[in-house]
């Protein structure tokens, strides 16, 4: 066996590519026939050095639009080597090996990757299961390194769990829901492989995740973006299952807002962190999966019907995060001086927040270049702390206009030391403590001040930092996270997160060799190689989107 194969890393040729899926007219869409999908050349070749001087946002369109075929991340490739020159560091090799050692199979199959091989710690708990997020950066890496089988099987595996009943107590949860995670039981006496799967009734918490089905949909887009495949979407499971999905979002009730409605707990932040209510995570989420789906489901009589509930929805969702939900230095200083007690369609302070209830931090924070979607908007609330994951898929998804993505970028430029620090990259900013902390957590210790999710460092959103610095022409900020992260991960043993203000220590309760921080590496060293693989994870700004609003526009208007 050659070098090259022991490191998980193969040479596969340049092939064709599929023609743009996701641009669609969303005011024209109802009255389209089914898209025509021709094939094309694939992306035409440039180096990072012209990435770095030159992308416009013009420039930036052909990602998206291109079939992303896996192995041309090969780091020893002869395309690779001819064009950016790269040398494979160290730690590609040792990730490689760590994330093939964290394989799940059944039935002799590859169906997904564990959450984290800590030899060195007394309890499993769940860790040694496959969980639907956690997947995600694994299935990336694989399709980007040209092994799309893995994904296949898990997107099948997870589709089948989704069919059973599912109960927590007494009570049944709806149709649609995914998996939190699942376990492979091995009985090596009868020979046999049986699926477990916990929706949420085993979970700290018991909270059922809302991303599952989100990340799904989003996973089966990129598998179809890479491999050139139409015909895992197009089966009747698949189309069935993303209805199941989107049906229990786009139910009516009483809601007044098109977001989301969520518990505390119910995303990647899994557990108490007033996040509940409508948190940015999920509705950026919800944005790209509603997206991802529209490119992918049929305009027969189920999926037309759904179709015209997603482009409805998507109007109004944009419409609403982009302007209450932005906040930059100029709509800092509108709600500065807010009055409250407004009543009728004319109020300017629709939610009635009170002025007093912004925080110190956000005055200091804010520069007067930048901006971000803050964490939560609800009546008379709103939480104005920086939630990483939330703005990165708003720059991928294209729910954040352009001009709104690049004051996010200029936001993390600016506050680097607070948001990037010595290990990429804060989930959330900043800190709760003391007697809030307290209250929001309900004294959780394990999210003590710059712990886990209380503004600890994550790995794993170096491979969204990295997409979204490339979507937005700003690859140089994504290599100098790389940097950062190659001086320590490796030697500390690949941890799940890192404690401190600027991320100087492994977390007190961190797991080693945590799958997600090393695939989340190898995709981000993959995908700043060779910049055509974000077209399986990034979508086009869609041009017939409501335009963001004014906080002085009446809702008559």
């Known amino acids: 066996m050659d070098g090259t194969k022991e490191i998980g890393l193969r040479n596969v040729s340049s092939t064709c590519s599929i023609s743009e899926m996701d641009d669609f007219d969303l005011s024209r869409l109802l009255d389209k026939p089914r898209l025509n999908i021709e094939r094309q050349r694939s992306f035409d070749e440039r180096s990072l050095s012209e990435l770095s001087i030159g992308l416009t946002r013009g420039g930036l369109d052909i990602y998206e639009s291109t079939y ?15 064009r950016n020159s790269f040398e494979p560091h160290p730690m590609v090799a040792d990730a490689w090996e760590a994330l093939r050692r964290s394989i799940v199979y059944f039935r002799g199959q590859p169906v997904g990757t ?27 890496a694989f399709l980007m390194n040209g092994e799309p089988e893995i994904v296949k099987n898990f997107l099948l595996k997870t589709l089948h769990l989704q069919g059973w009943e599912k109960r927590i107590d007494r009570f049944k949860l709806g149709e649609g829901a995914m998996p939190a995670s699942f376990k492979v039981l091995h009985d090596p006496v009868r020979k046999t492989d049986t699926l477990i799967a916990d929706f949420g009734e085993s979970a700290i918490g018991r909270v059922a995740p809302v991303d599952s089905g989100f990340w799904w949909i989003i996973l089966l887009r990129a598998y179809t973006k890479s491999t050139g495949d139409l015909s895992l979407a197009e089966t009747p499971e698949c189309q069935k299952g993303m209805r199941l999905i989107l049906t229990l979002c786009l139910s009516e009730g009483f809601d007044t807002f098109p977001t989301l409605l969520c518990a505390d707990g119910c995303s990647m932040i899994d557990r108490r962190m007033g996040i509940y209510g409508y948190p940015i995570e ?10 991802c789906a529209l490119s992918m489901l049929k305009h027969d009589t189920e999926g037309k019907e759904c179709i015209e509930r997603i482009v409805k929805r998507l109007h109004a969702l944009s419409y609403h995060m982009r302007g209450y939900f932005w906040l930059d230095f100029q709509q800092l200083n509108d709600i500065y001086r807010y009055k409250t007690e407004e009543y009728s369609h004319t109020a300017v302070n629709k939610f009635n927040v009170i002025p007093d209830s912004i925080p110190d931090w956000v005055f200091d924070f804010m520069p007067t270049r930048g901006g971000y979607f ?19 898929v708003a720059i991928l998804s294209s729910l954040a206009t352009p001009e709104q993505s690049m004051a996010i970028m200029d936001l993390i430029e600016s506050r680097w030391e607070e948001l990037v620090g010595e290990m990429p990259m804060k989930i959330a900013y900043p800190a709760i403590e003391s007697h809030e902390w307290r209250i929001v957590t309900g004294c959780d210790p394990k999210n003590t001040r710059w712990s886990y999710h209380n503004g600890g460092s994550w790995p794993v959103l170096l491979w969204m930092l990295t997409a979204a610095c490339i979507k937005t022409g700003r690859p140089q900020i994504a290599r100098r996270a790389i940097d950062l992260a190659e001086t320590r991960l490796l030697k500390d043993g690949w941890p799940e997160y890192y404690d401190g203000k600027v991320g100087r220590f492994i977390g007190k309760q961190a797991r080693k060799y945590q799958t997600w921080s090393i695939a989340g590496y190898l995709v981000a060293k993959m995908m700043l190689e060779d910049p ?3 077209g399986m994870i990034s979508l086009e700004e869609d041009k017939q989107m409501k335009p963001v609003i004014k906080r002085s526009t009446s809702w008559t208007c």
């Open 68 to 82: 992303s075929p896996g192995g041309r991340s090969g780091f020893d490739t002869p395309a690779s080597s001819t």
């Open 114 to 140: 564990i959450a984290a091989i800590d030899h060195a710690s007394e309890e499993v708990l769940n860790y040694d299961q496959v969980f639907v997020r956690d997947f995600v950066p694994s299935a990336l």
């Open 282 to 291: 999920i509705q950026a989420l919800f944005f790209m999966a509603l997206r």
């Open 374 to 392: 803050i964490g939560n908007v609800s009546p008379a609330r709103m939480d104005f702390r920086w939630f990483a994951l939330g703005n990165c």
């Open 532 to 534: 055509s693989h974000l």
